[in-house]
């Protein structure tokens, strides 16, 4: 239990705010663990269920237990007690919990490229307004310039109202990517230098984007329901060899 414990917080630390996958996901787990009776329905102790969830995702008992809950007002899961162990959580069907795992990893997936899809539009648009403000500030339009970071944190003062710190993070970013670069020279201290060139080409990148997923639309469209059965019966094969290996 300990090593599925660390295993989810290693791979799902970045999906806080989603405690519902997570139970889901680790419920499914500890199902598959079980044994199942002849009627082929998994039995496991709802308590210690409970505890092994609240223990592997830090969450608090009562979360889980509402969320089993949940599921046993669904055709996925029962509920039923039993005088030597206690209340009982039943899945009477594992396949369809599988199922159900697989769709909130997914679904989990596509919220998180879309909040990142999100989260890069604002990092563009901040982005592309630092460096029209920086273009403006050089007066150039074109290569390599350098501009002190202290004179440039008066000029945004001044101009724009606004401080160097505001645009930290997406300066960090440009840095990375060589679009900046920041020096220290001896006459002038801290500086910035811009390549204006890279930038353009970096903005370029991303006006290609919107081309790219109509394309990828325009081949989705071209799957055959055969050939979508096939892609699926490789993926639970691949899956299969996977757990098998």
């Known amino acids: 239990m300990e090593r599925l414990r660390m295993l989810i917080l290693q791979t799902g630390s970045d999906q806080g705010g989603l405690p519902g996958h997570q139970i889901v996901e680790v419920l499914t787990m500890l199902l598959q663990r079980a044994e199942a009776d002849e009627q082929g329905r998994v039995l496991v102790n709802w308590d210690q269920t409970t505890r092994k969830i609240a223990y592997v995702l830090r969450l608090p008992g009562k979360q889980v237990s509402d969320a089993l809950g949940v599921l046993v007002q669904t055709e996925l899961a029962e509920s039923a007690f039993d005088k030597l162990r206690g209340r009982i ?27 990142q899809q999100r989260d890069m539009q604002k990092v563009r648009k901040l982005e592309r307004e630092f460096l029209q403000k920086l273009t403006g500030i050089l007066g150039v339009e074109e290569g390599a310039h350098v501009i002190a970071v202290k004179d440039l944190s008066t000029r945004l003062r001044e101009d724009h109202k606004q ?26 201290g801290l500086v910035y230098s811009i390549d204006l060139q890279k930038y353009q080409a970096y903005l370029k990148a991303f006006e290609l984007h919107p081309m790219f997923k109509d394309l990828l639309q325009q081949l989705t469209k071209g799957d055959s329901p055969a050939s979508l059965v096939v892609r699926e019966a490789s993926r639970q094969s691949l899956k299969s060899e996977l757990f098998n290996a």
């Open 163 to 188: 401080s160097l710190e505001y645009y930290e993070h997406v300066i960090h970013n440009l840095i990375n990517m060589n679009i900046i670069m920041k020096e220290n020279l001896e006459l002038q």
């Open 89 to 115: 959580f039943i899945a009477p069907s594992l396949d369809r919990f599988l199922l159900l795992a697989d769709f909130c990893q997914e679904s989990f997936l596509v919220e998180r490229r879309q909040k």
